[in-house]
């Protein structure tokens, strides 16, 4: 049982290129989530998914394209990194939104990313 | 006012202490809370759900009180393993579950 990865673990890139973060899951979730974490802020949350082609702006998504083609799969790119999206990247996954119940979020390992 | 708020810490207790942290949130209308703990470089990972007036799982005890609006995190019996960052987290009406920026624990021997 899988869950939820992420690749790459980390990455390394300069300012200007193009970055591609993935993320996948293995329990037919219907929403995907992407946050930052950086020191003194916490979690942002970037983008997030109720269902392919279903996306919504986060907390901070200026500089951030996602997409949703499959169900388990939710990648994040970066259009052209700046040194302000050096942070560590989680993806999360939950079986609903309700406020009824099962919405608890799973994450997955993280990308630590550094853009130089 | 923020809609969930944590003492930061850290707190540092000796091994076998009992700690307990507070977590504020602002819309009363909030159904589901949870206590995540994250450690060092890891991902948050579940601890414990808070549906009702409360939850104990072994050492850790969750409390909801709706009136004053704050949840609770009670560890007995603290050891070394407890150290993390325990993040509150609360589901709003509409939206995603938000994130407490935590609280920080450190077990000392």
């Known amino acids: 049982d899988a869950g939820i990865t992420q690749s790459p673990r980390y990455k390394i890139t300069e300012t200007g290129r193009q970055v591609t973060l993935m993320c996948h899951q293995t329990w037919s979730h219907s929403y995907m989530f992407w946050y930052r974490q950086d020191l003194g802020h916490g979690l942002r949350l970037i983008y997030y998914?109720?269902?392919?082609?279903?996306?919504d702006k986060g907390e901070v998504p200026d500089g951030y394209v996602v997409s949703r083609s499959k169900t388990e799969n939710f990648p994040l790119t970066l259009e052209s990194a700046t040194r302000s999206q050096t942070s560590v990247y989680f993806c999360?996954?939950?079986?609903?939104?309700?406020?009824?119940?099962?919405?608890?979020?799973?994450f997955g390992p993280g990308t630590r990313l550094t853009v130089l | 006012r923020k809609e969930v708020e944590q003492d930061p810490g850290p707190f540092n207790v000796p091994e076998g202490a009992t700690v307990a942290f507070n977590c504020t949130y602002s819309n009363s209308a909030s159904q589901s809370f949870f206590w995540y703990r994250q450690d060092c470089r890891k991902e948050p990972k579940l601890l414990m759900s808070v549906y009702s007036s409360g939850n104990e799982d072994g050492r850790f005890t969750a409390q909801l009180n709706r009136a004053s609006q704050y949840i609770s995190l009670l560890i007995r019996d603290s050891k070394l393993s407890d150290s993390a960052t325990y993040l509150c987290?609360?589901?709003?009406?509409?939206?995603?579950?938000?994130f407490g920026k935590g609280t920080r624990l450190s077990v000392i021997a």
């Open positions: 998914s109720a269902a392919a082609d279903i996306t």
């Open positions: 999360a996954s939950s079986e609903s939104m309700s406020l009824a119940g099962h919405n608890e979020q799973f």
């Open positions: 987290v609360v589901n709003l009406p509409v939206g995603p579950l938000v």
